[in-house]
């Protein structure tokens, strides 16, 4: 059974940093990898999906990373600023989505 | 356009009422879900829709009914239900069943059941 972990739970940095959420994974036969975030009593907005046959994928401030062999995954944000303030969400978007345990972000002035 | 609509947004309920949660897409999808999240935990799924057939019920209780209608339409009907199932309420779709398509959220529908 796939178990998605993120590291860390919760991140308070300050406005200008470059940050890396990292979520890894149990099961390595992973298909694609998908990045959300929500804010506070929201939906979910995906952020990037990377497929198996790419290792990563970016979009503006934001670059993504999947490494099936270590079972892990990366979102590095370039240039925190207050409004990248949310929950970050990792997927195992295989066959149904399983989500990782979240990490929650607040980026500070 | 990548919109999942849910309705209503707010939703407060006895536990000998009958509710419906309705989700619409028009994005040509062919699969649908319904998540449950309870607050600081990560989605949980409950069904899957494939070409408007259940294709996974992951052992919901039954006073949860889903119904997909036609392929831009998802409803939970919802009956009897207890004050632990108060939670938001999430739709989803995605082009077709996982594989190298991209899921698209709606905004929830929050739960309060009394």
């Known amino acids: 059974k796939q178990e998605v972990t993120q590291i860390p739970a919760a991140l308070s940095v300050p406005e200008g940093e470059n940050l890396v959420l990292n979520c890894s994974f149990t099961?390595?036969?992973?298909?694609?990898l998908q990045w959300f975030r929500q804010d506070p009593g929201k939906g979910l907005t995906s952020l990037l999906l990377i497929q198996s046959s790419q290792r990563e994928q970016t979009s503006g401030r934001l670059n993504a990373s999947l490494d099936k062999s270590s079972g892990r995954s990366t979102l590095y944000i370039a240039a925190s600023q207050p409004g990248d303030s949310a929950t970050y969400l990792c997927?195992?978007?295989?066959?149904?989505?399983?989500f990782g345990t979240g990490t929650r972000l607040q980026v500070f002035p | 356009d990548t919109e999942v609509t849910q309705t209503p947004k707010h939703l407060v309920m006895g536990m000998t009422n009958k509710k419906s949660l309705k989700c619409e897409q028009h994005?040509?999808?062919?699969?649908m879900y319904w998540y449950k999240q309870k607050a600081k935990k990560p989605p949980e799924l409950m069904f899957v829709?494939?070409?408007?057939?259940?294709?996974i019920n992951e052992s919901v209780p039954s006073r949860f009914s889903p119904e997909c209608p036609n392929s831009s339409l998802l409803n939970l009907h919802l009956h009897a239900l207890q004050p632990e199932d108060s939670a938001l309420y999430l739709c989803?779709?995605?082009?077709?069943?996982?594989?190298?398509?991209?899921?698209?959220f709606g905004q929830g529908t929050r739960l309060t059941v009394v």
């Open positions: 997927a195992d978007n295989t066959d149904k989505l399983i």
């Open positions: 829709y494939s070409y408007e057939k259940l294709s």
């Open positions: 994005m040509g999808h062919r699969a």
């Open positions: 989803a779709s995605s082009p077709l069943r996982l594989v190298n398509t991209e899921a698209f």
């Open positions: 099961d390595s036969a992973i298909y694609n």
